[in-house]
């Protein structure tokens, strides 16, 4: 008997290749497990290749099946949005965009976005989700998300990165710290303090660059704590367990008992840019992006 790889096949193989258990894929599925090793099997004749491999201790992925889940991956969930987009097209929207985005983001270039988007495409649906760098890029890739507001200086082949907001940093305190603006000269002020820094999972740019202006001033940070929020980064400064240095923006809408010195003379600035994939087929995305090239 001759058959064709459906639907049903690429779901089944998702939750083997996710699981690498037969038994907690089927649970997974609601069906027994010879059902799915019956489908898995029959996949993989109809592709003439071998997708896992299997003994009697464990289920791994071959190679080919390492390249197929990531592109079933990619075909799920665009069948998914496609469907998403179809439901709200035919309720007369224009579609949706997915945005990721960072928390300094949040400051002025999103607010400003979703402004200009219900003034002038009021029937387009956003999502936004507050993720890490390294997590907006796989993402978009996936097709997960649309458009991406990140910190860094080079992306994937394939994606497009342009700059959208450029700030300067400001060093963060607490309330009572003795140093403040009118005695402030440089940042080597501050080489004795311990520094509580973003993640550098979470912002590798950032955290190379405030290493890099401490290393202008002649030191290298002592890093006693590391955070991916900024509210949690302002509260160990409040309770003197450190300071920090943040993009400015990201002093506006957090009230705690810190200070902050705006570093204007330093040559480092956070540089907030845009990332998106070059083949991207949300209609909607053109939309967005010449609004984000006005503001």
Known sequence: MNYQIELRHFIYFLAVAEELHYRKAAERLFISQPGVSTQIKQMEGILQTQLFIRDKKKVR???????????????????EQTKKQLKL???GHLGEIRIGFL??????VIPNLLLDLKENFPFIHTSLEELSNRAQIPAILSDKLDLGFVRLSRVPKGLKLKPVFEDTFSLVLPKDHPLDMKGFKNIGQVATDDFILFSQDYSPQYYDTVLSICEDAGFTPNVSHKSVHAQTVFKLVENKLGIAIVPTALQYGFQMKVKFIELEQIEQRAVLSMVWKEDNRNPALKNCMDLLLKL
């Open 89 to 91: 097209i035919g309720e």
């Open 61 to 79: 992925l071959t190679p080919a099946g390492e390249f197929l889940k990531g592109e079933v991956e990619f075909i799920l969930n665009h069948l």
């Open 103 to 108: 928390g300094s983001a949040m400051q002025n």
